[in-house]
């Protein structure tokens, strides 16, 4: 994003659209969302069917507005994780095609089918009980459309190869179904010799199905890590998740075919806020809740409005850090539900106007995602998703900012406004 020297606030009312309800927001931008999806169509090819996975509040991002950009984008599939997550997207007026990736509740199958989701089968139980509701109640006209899941490994869901030819004569023969995906996942994408071996696995369950002369349904085994490794095929599909919003595990081994796109992404999360109180202390102040951390000079100290409540977890403390005029300041003391402390005092001015960049870029220095992630112990996926619904988020696309969302609900900018 184009660093302005208007403030959030003057950006937001020239945009049309209402101030924030707190000293803190995330940006997200649409345009390097976009862009990412088009390094990673470029990467598969046009016939390779890109699937988006947006569940979990498009991994934090924000669900309804990054499903807009992605439909829009070109992406063929949504991917969530529940049937509610579906339904808002459609109440939103998303028409792409939309699979849900975990088991919904068997009593959902007409309304699922109704409203064109994708469902899987996993596991045999649910899936007998879903088929018999689905043979009974379901209307005329309406298909129910299954991607099968095989357990190649991650120990997770799906059905053995052995299982497959079996499954998938039942929901071949069965009226009002239509089989539309075998899929799997990876669970140590990195690992050569692991993806190998679940490569085998469900190359089996191909087999077995052509053995058997039954019907070979689109495939997808790679998410962002198979895809860019290079470790499986793209086969008919793949369903991408974190490198559509511009991150990657850390230190993951990219494969020398997929560096170029890799290198194109462009992280679309920032998070920042304006402190509520800078106060100086002595030395040997206690900070924070449990005294842990105490100021070894005279120190000043800024209150950040955000906290473990809104997904800024206490294991990032003492090893996070701050941007402000320029300058990295770490955070100190223990991290509270809605509050959080940085030490600013080799920040000299800092006062109640100046923002503070939390994840993102400020005049040349730079906090992300796996930074944050290492000092948590933890993955980038666990760093963005767990950013709380209440905290607001502010959409644009480079410095034209798009919307904003917060517990009130969504609103689009009434006009597109550049900064001055």
């Excluded at 223990?334 to 940085?342: F, L």
Aim: net charge negative; aromatic share 6%.
């Amino acid at each position: 994003m184009a660093e302005s020297d208007q403030t959030i606030d003057e950006r937001l009312t020239a945009a049309g659209l209402p101030g924030l309800p707190r000293r803190v927001w995330a940006e997200i931008d649409e345009a390097a969302l976009a862009s990412n999806l088009a390094a990673v169509r470029e990467l598969v090819g046009p016939r390779v069917q890109l699937n988006a996975v947006i569940k979990a509040d498009a991994y934090g991002h924000g669900l309804v507005p990054v499903a807009r950009v992605f439909e829009a984008a070109g992406a063929d599939r949504l991917c969530v994780a529940s049937i509610d997550e579906a339904f808002c997207l459609r109440d939103a007026g998303i028409a792409l095609p939309i699979l849900i990736l975990f088991a919904i509740p068997v009593g959902d199958v007409v309304r699922a089918a109704t409203a064109g989701f994708e469902i899987v089968a996993a596991d045999e139980s649910t899936t007998a009980a879903t088929l018999e509701r689905w043979l009974a109640e379901g209307p005329a006209g309406v298909e129910l459309m299954v991607h099968v899941e095989v357990e190649t490994g991650l120990a997770r869901a799906g059905y053995a190869p052995e299982r497959v030819p079996h499954l998938v004569r039942r929901l071949a023969t069965a009226p009002g179904v239509r089989l539309a995906g075998l899929w799997s996942h990876l669970a140590r994408s990195d690992d050569q010799a692991a993806s190998t071996a679940q490569l085998a696995v469900f190359e089996r369950a191909t087999q077995l199905l052509r053995e058997a002369g039954l019907p070979v349904p689109p495939r997808h085994l790679a998410a962002t890590g198979g895809l860019f490794a290079g470790r499986v095929p793209a086969y008919e599909g793949v369903r991408v998740g974190l490198a559509l919003y511009g991150l990657m595990p850390v230190d993951f081994p990219v494969a020398a075919g997929a560096r170029e796109a890799a290198a194109r992404l462009q992280p679309a999360f920032a998070l920042k806020c304006r402190p509520l109180r800078v106060e100086a202390f002595p030395a040997g102040t206690p900070v924070s809740y449990g005294g842990q951390w105490v100021s070894q000079r005279e120190s000043r100290i800024a209150t950040l409005p955000i906290g473990y409540g809104d997904g800024w977890a206490r294991a990032s403390a003492p090893l996070a850090a701050a941007l402000v005029r320029g300058v990295r300041v770490p955070l100190v003391g223990s991290i509270n539900m809605d509050a959080t402390m940085a030490d600013v005092t080799d920040a000299p001015g800092v006062g109640l106007d100046d923002e503070f960049v939390l994840i993102g870029r400020q005049d040349g220095l730079q906090i992300v995602t796996n930074e944050l992630a290492r000092a948590r112990t933890t993955i980038p996926w666990e760093v963005v998703t767990s950013m709380a619904h209440r905290l607001p988020r502010v959409y644009h696309a480079d410095s034209v900012l798009k919307g904003l969302r917060t517990l009130s609900g969504e609103i689009r900018a009434q006009v597109d406004v550049l900064p001055e």
